[in-house]
């Protein structure tokens, strides 16, 4: 069961999704499981799941109201509070996944570290920090840390070992900026289109990186709806909308990432036989949220809580979150965007209780299955 540490401003909606992970618990008894011995983790991806890279790696400025709820202070997540990915590790029982980049501090990165970086894409593959340029550092990392684990009696322990490696999950969350890179470039639904299966193929050819140097475990996101995004609403030129004021055609060119990604994983458990792949799709459980906004109780589902210019979006490119002049809702507010790009805490919250209920993974497999046995 994934244990929800919450916050005064939050409680009574915290109080409503734990109450349903209790729930999910009991339908799933295999579910409520401790993890007495969380696994080594590793992240590679984008803004969606980045912890802090940004800010360690090129020292730009994140700031307050970002990181506002739980951490009470900014982390260099873009969100009020917990993404995603520190959900699924607070459900493991392990510690958040602290950024690669980051050299400060008492980083050891016993439990794993996140590649992950604000922007990242899968092309172009040589650009910092691209998904081919994120591999490469953990590369590194893995070489640098066996090292310093066999060194001396001194050191065991403190450095991930061959085995920790080797059992680790590797987990891959981007595509996202690839799709929206192109639609910003001026390019065409179909151009887009075309696009697509390099940014697949990319994906492919780094979980096989992964594999050739002793992953096994892989936890796979797809693209959101990359449509429902109030910075997209803002800033698209024509608004071909759907009935819940998505931009129909950026989101069907993520459905369309989305099934050759699927399509892949496929074809990689049959290639790679000792491999556990897991597809999840995310798609699904953020386009939930805008669909069945009121069943949640978001009140504006397409607009940012973060940002600058009113309804409907709030989001402008010149004025954005934390920036002078933007402004930000309540902290009692409960918005499914928070700056218009990103998820709100209390949004990954929910998209953190149904990743784990199952429903949407391929196969269906509990996340406490990549505990250490």
């Not at 439990?111 to 591999?135: D, E, R």
């Not at 697509?196 to 002793?214: C, V």
Request: charge should be positive.
């Amino acid at each position: 069961m994934a244990i929800l540490f919450l916050h005064p401003d939050t409680f009574s909606f915290f109080f409503t999704i734990f109450a349903s992970l209790v729930l999910l618990s009991l339908r799933h008894p295999s579910a409520a499981a401790v993890c007495q011995a969380p696994p080594v983790i590793f992240n590679f991806g984008d803004s969606n799941s980045d912890t802090g890279g940004l800010v360690a790696g090129l020292g730009y400025p994140i700031g307050l109201p970002n990181g506002r709820l739980f951490f009470r202070r900014s982390t260099g997540r873009l969100s009020d509070g917990r993404l995603l990915i520190d959900f699924l590790c607070q459900s493991l029982n392990t510690s958040l996944l602290r950024p690669y980049l980051d050299s400060l501090g008492r980083s050891r990165f016993q439990n794993g570290a996140n590649f992950a970086i604000v922007g990242s894409s899968t092309l172009p593959k040589k650009v910092p920090f691209s998904l081919n340029i994120q591999i490469m550092q953990f590369l590194n990392f893995k070489s640098r840390s066996l090292k310093l684990a066999s060194t001396s009696n001194l050191s065991k322990g403190l450095f991930i070992s061959q085995d920790g490696f080797r059992n680790a999950l590797y987990m891959i969350d981007i595509g996202q900026n690839d799709i929206a890179h192109s639609f910003s470039k001026g390019n065409s639904y179909s151009q887009t289109v075309m696009l697509i299966p390099q940014f697949n193929s990319e994906i492919k050819t780094g979980i096989k990186k992964l594999y050739d140097n002793g992953g096994r475990r892989f936890w796979i996101h797809n693209t959101g709806p990359l449509g429902c995004l109030p910075q997209k609403l803002s800033m698209a030129q024509s608004k071909d909308l759907d009935q819940h004021g998505c931009l129909a055609s950026y989101n069907s060119a993520a459905k369309m990432f989305n099934q050759r990604l699927d399509h892949m994983c496929d074809e990689l458990r049959t290639e790679l036989r000792d491999t556990t792949i897991i597809y999840i799709d995310i798609y699904d459980i953020k386009y939930s949220l805008i669909a069945n906004s009121n069943k949640y109780g978001f009140e504006r589902p397409l607009m940012a809580c973060c940002g600058y210019g009113g309804s409907p979006y709030n989001y402008n490119v010149n004025i954005t979150c934390g920036h002078r002049g933007s402004n930000v809702c309540d902290k009692g507010s409960r918005f499914v965007s928070w700056d218009g790009i990103h998820y709100t805490e209390t949004a990954n919250a929910i998209v953190a209780m149904k990743v784990i209920s199952m429903q949407y993974s391929k196969p269906q497999t509990p996340f406490h299955f990549f505990c250490r046995r």
